[in-house]
Structures are given as structure tokens and as C-alpha cells.
């Protein structure tokens, strides 16, 4: 069964800083992963989606990374703002090929003006 | 990406009642997802809902306490039925055209029963 592991729960940086989140995974035979982004009480936005192929996956100043054989991936964000706080996600495939997924519990990260 | 609207964005009822939730999208998508989200957790899938079929639901959510209805391919509703405090969560709708494509979801509906 696969599971989904998000290091750390919780963050807190000053504006500025650069940070990494963490996402593990205990299946390696993803097709591919996807970052989503969560604000209090709203619904979820897509942020980046690596295939399987790929190693990593940028849209302005968010990074994302996978290992899939070590079961892990990683989001990198430049430059924090305080408009970057929210929860961010890490969801992987259940299975195989399956289309639904399995999401972590999220990172809640806090950017300090 | 696809726009996807979810009716109501909120509500408020009382136990033993039945909600039914919307899930309207701008485009028509192959697949389509029922999430709940219990307070301070994550997602968690509740059923596919299959166009012209019957959903096909995930372990521990059963077809009488969840009806899902998706008559073509751009809109379906989720019903809560028989609601108890248990089932305040965020019920949340999502699409995905294929496997390679992202996954998008709406802003959910936020459930609270008293």
C-alpha cells in the first residue's frame, strides 16, 4: 500500500529565506508526482507535476525534484514571501498505473514578513 | 487547466439531514474525484465517479452514504446522506483528463453539522 510521508509538519522562515520541503514515498513505481499548494479552508492548487522520466520540474521560483528509486522528492522555494504560506502537498499514484492518489499530510509553512 | 465550480462553498445542517454537493468544470474531463478532507488532515479519496455508471467508491465509503451521480462529463454531485457530526469535513471535487496531466481541484465545501 503506497504511503506518504511530508518532513517537516510544520515551518516557519523570514521573508527571503530559501527552503526545502520534503515528500517521501514508500512505492516506487510512480508514473509521476504532483506539489499542490492549500490556503486556509480552500481547496487545492496544482503546482508542479514531475513525470517519472524527469528529475526535476521548475515554474518561477518553486523547484521540485524526484528520486524515484529512493522514493523521494523534494520542493525547493527561492526566496520566500510572506504570500507563500499555505500547506503544500506531495501526492503520488496508489498504485501502479492507477489514476487516483494518495496525498501526504502536508508541510504548513509560515513565511515571516 | 480546467475551471472547476463546487455548489455550495459552505453550509451549515443539522444531523440526520442530506446534503448534496455540485461539481461543475468549464470543459468535459475523463475523470472525476470525490475527496474528503477531515479537519486537520489530509485527503482522503472518497470514490471515482464514472460517466453513465456507477462510482466506484474506496474502502470504508459505501455507495448508500455517499451516492455520487455523473450524468455527462462535465458535471457530477456528491450527496451526504444521513449526516452526523463525523462527516464535518471538506468535501472537495477534483479532474483529471488523463494520467499524465495534472490533477485539479475545486474550493471545496466546507460541511459543518451540528
Known amino acids: 500500500k503506497q504511503e506518504v510521508t511530508q518532513i517537516p509538519a510544520a515551518l516557519s522562515v523570514p521573508e527571503g529565506e530559501n527552503l526545502v520541503l520534503n515528500c517521501s514515498f514508500t512505492?516506487?513505481?510512480?508514473?509521476?508526482l504532483q506539489w499542490f499548494r492549500q490556503d486556509p479552508g480552500k481547496g487545492l492548487t496544482s503546482l508542479l507535476l514531475i513525470q517519472s522520466s524527469q528529475r526535476e520540474q521548475t515554474s518561477g521560483r518553486l523547484n521540485a525534484s524526484l528520486d524515484k528509486s529512493s522514493g523521494r522528492s523534494t520542493l525547493y522555494i527561492a526566496a520566500s514571501q510572506p504570500g507563500d504560506s499555505a500547506t503544500y502537498l506531495c501526492a503520488v499514484p496508489t498504485q501502479g498505473g492507477s489514476e487516483k492518489l494518495v496525498f501526504g499530510k502536508g508541510t504548513k509553512l509560515t513565511v515571516n514578513p | 487547466s480546467a475551471v472547476i465550480s463546487q455548489k455550495p462553498s459552505r453550509d451549515i445542517c443539522q444531523r440526520g439531514t442530506s446534503l448534496t454537493i455540485q461539481c461543475q468544470v468549464d470543459s468535459q474531463v475523463t475523470m472525476m474525484f470525490w475527496y474528503r478532507q477531515q479537519p486537520g488532515q489530509s485527503l482522503t479519496l472518497i470514490a471515482t465517479a464514472n460517466q453513465g455508471s456507477e462510482a466506484t467508491y474506496e474502502s470504508g465509503f459505501v455507495i448508500d452514504k455517499f451516492p455520487i451521480s455523473r450524468p455527462n462529463l462535465t458535471f457530477s454531485t456528491l450527496t451526504v446522506s444521513n449526516m452526523s457530526p463525523e462527516d464535518s469535513s471538506i468535501y472537495l471535487c477534483s479532474v483529471r483528463d488523463t494520467r499524465n496531466q495534472p490533477q485539479h481541484f475545486g474550493d471545496g465545501t466546507r460541511l459543518s453539522i451540528l
Open positions: 512505492d516506487s513505481a510512480i508514473y509521476n
